[in-house]
């Protein structure tokens, strides 16, 4: 993270920006964390082409990492958003869906999206993972 991205101890970017993009991966405000919009990557950040299922799974996987750097886990999102290429997926998404996200508890919202590009998926995340005494 660059000093020109930290707005204060509880306000700050989270994650290596892409220069390309006007916008970071996640930004921690406060006990918060909100993650961008995430695609199945791998942990060399290429791309994951594949069935709906192995998109999502990989989707999760992208956001574990994201949110790895403020020591939060899956079990600590509260909501998420999904924009899916086509809706008829949606059945097989869930279940995958399901599958990886373990017990969180938490909100979501699913949504066709035509803008998915090179994608069948892409997901934003809140999490609440509150700051250490010491941090904000």
Known sequence: MSNEARKSDSHYAIGNKNPNLPFHPAVRAGDYIFVSGQVPKDENNDMISGTIEEETLATLKTIE????????????????????????????????????????????????????????????????????????
């Open 65 to 136: 990492r994201v949110i790895a750097h403020e020591g939060a886990t899956l079990s600590d999102v509260v909501r998420i958003t999904t924009y899916l290429e086509d809706v008829r997926d949606f059945g097989r998404y869930n279940r995958a869906f399901l599958q990886g996200i373990g017990d969180a508890v938490l909100a979501r919202t699913t949504i066709e999206a035509r803008a998915v590009i090179s994608t069948k998926i892409e997901m934003e995340a809140i999490v609440y993972k509150p700051l250490p005494a010491s941090k904000g």
